[in-house]
């Protein structure tokens, strides 16, 4: 089985969601028969995310992630980053400081497994965590002093794939975030997540503008749709807005969760959502993507 828990499904300035990162976990059998999952994976740690990770670990299907009413940040295996704004990589060095030095102090340093494209990675470091996590006792560190490395290269029709309880596969695919001059010109990354066994698939959109062309058949491939939405009308939009959102077929917005959207949301005029799509996605419950 493959669950997933938003941590927060809120855009990078909410206040009352969270922002939007997501726990993955897989199973081999399932959260009822198990105390913890086999391995875990996170997508995105944002500013807000230490704060609700700790939330969610207070409920009781999730304590295996807490100790001493702490997070035991040991417990997550792999993290996987989409790009480097603040709400989708803040938490990294709360939770690289707390495996290298908190842990360290009861057992040894964990060390989970980062990964990204390269160049998201060899960025990451270098514009985002080496000002705070480069310096250490009596030397410097690099990225691969805190994670072990997991670079996703391009390949003829996309990028490298990585597994989880090998039946899980993910890919990345680019995403139409920003452009500074081009289309895909700063690194930024949707997910398809597959179930190996069955064929069935899950779409992850990232942050993005509306890219419909490029999505549809992911879209129309996958039983269940996450996708980023801004409420707001702008010519600069840098998510997909809801308007646009709702000119897509009938079939792919009925199985569309929505997230990443703003504090508003509940504000009776954004009624009609659940009627045109799977409604706006729950923050800290399980999705089931796969039995």
Known sequence: MLTLTFLGVGSAFAKRNHQSNALIEAWKTSPDQQDEPDDTLLVDFGCTGPTAIHQLQQKPEFAYLAVDDRTNYAKIRRLLVTHQHADHIGGIEELAFNNTFVHAGTDKPFKPQIISSINILVNLWDTSLKGGMSPMPGRYALLQDY?????????????????????????????????????????????????????????????????????????????????????????????????????????????????????????????????????????????????
């Open 147 to 291: 994670f072990f490395i997991l670079a996703l290269r391009p390949t003829a029709d996309g990028f490298e794939s990585f597994n989880m309880l090998k039946r899980y596969e993910f890919e990345i695919f680019p995403t139409d975030h920003i452009q500074i001059e081009r289309k895909y010109d700063w690194p930024s990354y949707g997910l398809t997540i597959r179930d190996t066994t069955t064929g069935e698939s899950v779409f992850f959109s990232g942050d993005t503008r509306f890219d419909f062309a490029a999505n549809e058949n992911r879209l129309l491939a996958a039983k269940m749709c996450f996708h980023d939405v801004q409420f707001t009308e702008q010519e600069s939009a840098v998510h997909a807005t809801l308007s646009e959102l709702r000119t897509m077929p009938d079939e792919i917005r009925k199985k569309t969760h929505l997230y990443h959207y703003p504090d508003q949301w509940d504000d009776p005029q954004y009624s009609f959502t659940k009627d045109e799509f799977a409604g706006f996605a729950v923050p800290q419950v399980r999705y089931t993507l796969f039995e």
